[in-house]
């Protein structure tokens, strides 16, 4: 609504009128003076009016409450005790903030919204798992990781064989994606989860410190290519680790043929410490976060059938059979 006008200049308007004017509700006009923003002046009956500044001013704390400034930055703004640019440059970050925070949620509802199937009651805890991991900063998120990998690898030499793994480890994107997708919001509720087991810890504890201090498993280790291709075969075609084609199996994996009844042993207990699915796993969830190439076939069932195979193959039981 226009607002009067006496000889084309403004006069002074109540709080009515300058609520219809200015489309503001007139609450959050006496709001704004009586916190000193709109300055009002009262009539004869001691109503409030609003003259030529007050108008003007109205505009300016309108369109900076609109732009999402808060009471205390606006005050600033009307006392030049900070610019408008300063203001609004630390505006710009924080919208930026909430931005990336929207987008995960976004990808938790998107995830949320593909497993549910209507009739059950989705896991509330893992609803709020979701949301809660999503909204973390990447220095929370990274503290999770830092924390776990701190006490796998706690007094192990930095120079000692198989700790620079605690670096790869650590390997959490410096942020998550600005639109992360629901897999990548899975993954990270996953691997926080995943870190967060006391059984997984001590497992990778147990793992570290024997890597780091027993050659005897530096000595025994296997080639992934051959393991793969033999064992990987004979698990996929249903062979029993204690049979005499598992046995043949295993002499054409390199380093098994002519080994002792003891070593065959020691080997198969080596593997069994350092294979286990959910080291493995953890790789491939930080390989989602990370944007890494897709993951081939899990490789971990292929090394515990060849250490089921070392326990159980008789030495110089072996077979043309495939």
Known sequence: MTAPRTDDHLVTLTIGQ????????????RFWSDEGLVPADRNGAGHRVYGPAAVARLDLVRTLRELGLGLDDVRAVLSRRRGVGEIAAAHVRALDDRIRELRAQRAVCTLLARTGDGDTPPDERSV????DLARLSAAQRQHLIDDFVNEAFAGIDAGAPGAGIATAMRSMPAELPDDPTPEQVGAWVELAELVGDPGFRARCREMAVAGATVSEHRERQADPVAVAEHAGGALAAGVDPASPAA????????GVAGLSVVDRAAWADTVDLFADRRVERYWTLLGVLNGWPPAREPTIPAFEWFAAALHAAPVGQSSDQP
């Open 128 to 131: 709020t798992l979701m949301n």
């Open 247 to 254: 046995a043949a199996a295993l002499e054409r994996i390199p």
């Open 18 to 29: 300058l609520a219809r004017r200015s489309e503001v509700p007139v609450r959050t006009l």
